[in-house]
């Protein structure tokens, strides 16, 4: 069972909004994380980790890969999570730009594998 102020305390930082606004989508890895957000490896990793911890992600490990996806026992809880992926991330400015790249990247055909050597995204303006 998750912990509320733990859910809350995760939810108070801009690039774990961002990655749950993707994982609202689709299960994604870090390396395809790392590039629609264009952050670093250990920036994600950090924040999958306390999203983790705070029990509103999940993973599963698929070949040498984990992919982390919204935990849904977490969600139906706490519903008021599900209101904020839903109705508020996609009137924020940058979850509007990661939700681009991320179509950019769906329409690539790429996976993991073919990010080091793609072209697919430009670097974001900070």
Known sequence: MADLIDIIKALGQENRLRILNLLNQQKLCVCELQNIM???QSN?????????NAGII???KDSLWIYYY???ETL????F???VLNNELEKVEYCQ???ERLNLYQESNLDCSDLKDSDVFEPLEK
């Open 58 to 60: 999940s993973s599963e």
């Open 44 to 52: 994600i990793s950090r924040h999958l980790n306390v999203l983790k």
């Open 81 to 83: 999570i599900v209101d």
């Open 70 to 72: 919204l935990d849904k």
């Open 38 to 40: 264009d952050e670093n």
């Open 97 to 99: 730009a990661d939700n």
């Open 76 to 79: 139906e809880e706490y519903p």
